[in-house]
C-alpha cells in the first residue's frame, strides 16, 4: 500500500496509507488510512491537496461536514466493497 507521512504541528511524522485517490472539480483528494493492514473496521480520513511547494505536495485533512459527506459518496462509489460511515 503506497503511504505518505503528515506531520503535525509539533514535527511528528505520522505515516496515513493511500486507499484511493480522486479529481473533482480540478482538486485532489486522498482517501487514506493510518492502518496498514486490511481490518474490517479501520479509520479513514479524507485529505485534499492543498499545494505543492519546493517538488513536495501538501495535503490537509477535510473538515467541512458537507464536503466530507459529498466526498465520502464519491469513495464509496470508487470503492465497490467498502462502505464509508461518518
Do not use: C, H, R, W
Amino acid at each position: 500500500m503506497q503511504s505518505i507521512n503528515f506531520i503535525t504541528d509539533e514535527g511528528e511524522e505520522i505515516p496515513f496509507y493511500i486507499i484511493e485517490q480522486t479529481t473533482l472539480a480540478g482538486k485532489d483528494f486522498l482517501l487514506v488510512t493510518d492502518s496498514d493492514t486490511d481490518e474490517d473496521e479501520a479509520e479513514v480520513y479524507i485529505m485534499q491537496e492543498i499545494s505543492d511547494q519546493d517538488d513536495q505536495t501538501v495535503y490537509e485533512f477535510v473538515e467541512d461536514e458537507a464536503q466530507l459527506e459529498a466526498l465520502s459518496k464519491v469513495f464509496a462509489e470508487l470503492l465497490d466493497d467498502v462502505d464509508i460511515q461518518m
